[in-house]
């Protein structure tokens, strides 16, 4: 069975995954600056590593929730990727684990869905638990159009 290391986290109340290849590190979240005219799912700017960076609400970039401020007080944490030199921190409410998925056992989609393998590259069950493995390069596009708060519909659950 091929198995893909993924950072398992939350968003509201269902787990999504992103491939470690393109994770930098996971930290807490800090202060950001906010600019005008931003997009609707940019939080503002931040510094990491002598770095400006934009900051994604990664709830809002996949049309999940109202985007939120990052606070210490929670169990949030950004989530900092390298797009070939393009450096971006997405904010998620916690994150689990690093945890092996197995890409060969995806949960079939339902026909009229299959627009979601746009976006994402499947949905898992680890630990008993279903997991949506984002597509990194549909994630990181700005100009990708991404809407996932009917993949459950997609699944059956």
């Not at 939350?10 to 202060?31: C, F, M, Q, V, W």
């Not at 950001?32 to 970039?61: C, Q, S, T, W």
Request: aromatic letters at 8%; one cysteine or more.
């Amino acid at each position: 069975m091929r198995e893909l290391t993924c950072a398992v986290f939350r968003l509201s109340e269902d787990d999504y995954a992103l491939n470690i290849e393109h994770i930098t590190e996971i930290t807490k979240p800090g202060a950001f600056n906010v600019l005008p005219e931003m997009p609707p799912y940019m939080l503002g700017l931040f510094r990491f590593r002598h770095r400006v960076v934009p900051l994604i609400d990664l709830k809002a970039r996949l049309g999940l929730a109202e985007r939120a401020r990052p606070s210490r007080e929670t169990g949030e944490r950004i989530i900092v990727v390298n797009d070939d030199g393009r450096w971006i921190g997405f904010k998620v409410d916690a994150v689990h684990d690093i945890a092996d998925v197995p890409v060969t056992q995806a949960v079939e989609l339902k026909k009229g869905f299959r627009d979601l393998n746009e976006v994402i590259d499947g949905v898992y069950t680890v630990d008993d638990r279903y997991v949506v493995l984002l597509k990194f390069q549909a994630v990181v596009d700005p100009d990708q159009s991404i809407d996932l708060s009917n993949w459950k519909e997609a699944v059956g659950v």
